[in-house]
């Protein structure tokens, strides 16, 4: 079974930098195989797509975050890990944050998101 679990700061504070990790475990190390995912969710709004980060290594942004936004990935120390960057966070950008693994047609494991309040 494979389980993703976010991690990072609870708050941060205004014009700083967002970093939060996504480990992976319970499956094999070719994680590589797969597209992984960061998605977010606004208190009382919907589910908001930031970006993802292909098998390729290649990745992709969503337009309105692309200028602050860096996804990337690890798999040294036997262990797989997502990494997101946010820069210059405002109060807009206080979410739970997710990471995701996508697979054809949709996302098969989510982690159970990380709270991120920005906020001075």
């Known amino acids: 079974q494979v389980q993703l679990q976010e991690s990072g700061p609870g708050q941060v504070k205004p014009s700083q930098t967002l970093s939060l990790t996504c480990t992976v475990s319970g499956g094999p190390i070719t994680t590589n195989d797969y597209d992984w995912a960061w998605i977010r969710q606004p208190p009382g709004k919907g589910l908001e797509w930031i970006g993802r980060?292909?098998?390729?290594?290649?990745?992709?942004?969503s337009a309105s975050l692309k200028s602050r936004t860096s996804i990337s990935r690890d798999t040294s120390k036997n262990q797989f890990t997502l990494q997101l960057s946010l820069s210059s966070v405002t109060p807009e950008d206080t979410a739970v944050y997710y990471c995701t693994r996508l697979v054809s047609g949709g996302h098969d494991y989510w982690g159970q998101g990380t709270q991120v309040t920005v906020s001075s």
């Open positions: 980060i292909a098998y390729t290594g290649n990745t992709d942004y």
